[in-house]
């Protein structure tokens, strides 16, 4: 069960997680993997799409964006990317061990990659300049319209999320794929400028 956000982008939605599936041409792009039971509605999307799953980057190590990726390692011949702060952690959490380890400002399967340490100590949004579209992981979360932070409880270091919050207002994108809620279209950055004044950043 999948929808198509925008043409290229589709989000495979379960119980509480967004999972992306993103057209590179000849094949797609996985940001993160979701929840265990994510992997069966990744891969009847995939076969739906009808193009190779050759990559999966992770936002971050927790287990509501990396529960498949085991089953994902087994199923497909997707090599598997995270920040390279994020690694150690991922490998411990899920026995597996990513393959690239990406680096805030370098470009892997046409996302620029923006460490924003906050959440955990290597969670990435990724920008994709041709939609100014951002996938931000866990960084912002929507609710009913809304952009809010993700609850402190869930945060490493709160406080530095909020900061990096704040730094989303230099950075050129009008769409917003949060993995938990609804994806903002259009109006992303607007909604960013409201959060980061109802936080009085
Ligand atoms: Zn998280
Ligand atoms: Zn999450």
């Not at 940001?31 to 069966?40: A, R």
């Not at 990559?55 to 598997?80: M, N, P, Q, W, Y």
């Amino acid at each position: 069960m999948h929808e198509e956000v925008f043409p290229g982008v589709y989000r495979i939605f379960d119980s509480f997680v967004n999972v992306y599936l993103v057209d590179r041409g000849d094949h797609l792009v996985a940001v993160d993997t979701g929840i265990e039971t994510t992997c069966g509605k990744i891969l009847d999307a995939v076969g739906e799409i009808g193009k190779p799953l050759k990559a999966i980057i992770l936002t971050h190590g927790h287990l509501d964006h990396t529960g498949s990726l085991k089953c994902l390692r087994e199923r497909t011949e997707a090599v598997i990317a995270a920040h390279r702060d994020e690694v150690e952690g991922i490998a411990e959490k899920t026995g597996i061990e990513p393959d690239v380890k990406l680096q805030d400002g370098e470009v892997f399967e046409g996302f620029k990659v923006l460490h924003k340490p906050g959440h955990t100590r290597g969670s990435i949004c990724l920008l994709d300049e041709g939609t100014k579209s951002l996938f931000v992981g866990d960084l912002v979360v929507e609710r009913n319209g809304r952009l809010e932070e993700v609850p402190q409880q869930y945060s490493l270091n709160p406080e530095m999320n909020r900061k990096r919050i704040a730094e989303l207002l230099e950075v050129d994108f009008e769409n917003l794929l949060p993995a938990h809620g609804e994806p903002l279209l259009g109006n992303g950055k607007e909604k960013v400028e409201e959060l980061v004044k109802r936080l009085g950043l």
